[in-house]
């Protein structure tokens, strides 16, 4: 079964607990991140990103659409066709970045699955989709940092 169709049987509380726990994941995640970075940039970003996700889950968790009225970036789509690593407790910061782009675009697109899914209930597919073009802007952020870090020429 896959995603969309999960959703077909998932009563909204447990939707909503689904994405409250991505939003947790991705907290630690940055979180270990933030702790293994080498240099205050990587840091200050991955903190960035960690009150990112934190918003996300206070709106999951209160059902606060306002909080997401802009419009998505481009995809750089930088990250896309690269290995994904394995997350462990020796990454390096290029490994954490692309793990972290590539776990946003995941996101992205089960928020988006969600809105349309939602696609006749106005409120819920707005939430939605806003929540999408969040985490594509997160994608777009860590993508933008990837290529200012590694992608350098020199």
Do not use: W
């Amino acid at each position: 079964m896959n995603l969309k169709e999960q959703f077909n049987s998932m009563e909204m509380d447990d939707i909503l607990l689904m994405c409250i726990h991505q939003e947790q994941q991705a907290i630690e995640l940055y979180t270990l991140a933030k702790n293994q970075a080498k240099n205050e940039n990587s840091r200050q970003k991955f903190q960035e990103l960690i009150e990112m996700e934190t918003v996300h889950k206070v709106a999951l968790q209160n059902f606060e659409i306002e909080h997401y009225i802009d419009l998505p970036p481009a995809d750089l789509k930088v990250t896309d066709y690269l290995m994904e690593p394995v997350l462990s407790g020796n990454m390096t910061t290029q490994e954490i970045i692309i793990l972290a782009a590539k776990r946003e675009d995941k996101t992205a697109k089960m928020y988006q699955d969600l809105a349309d899914h939602f696609a006749t209930e106005k409120e819920l597919n707005t939430f939605f989709q806003m929540m999408a073009d969040e985490e594509l802007r997160h994608k777009h952020n860590l993508e933008t940092e990837y290529e200012n870090e590694f992608l350098q020429e020199g």
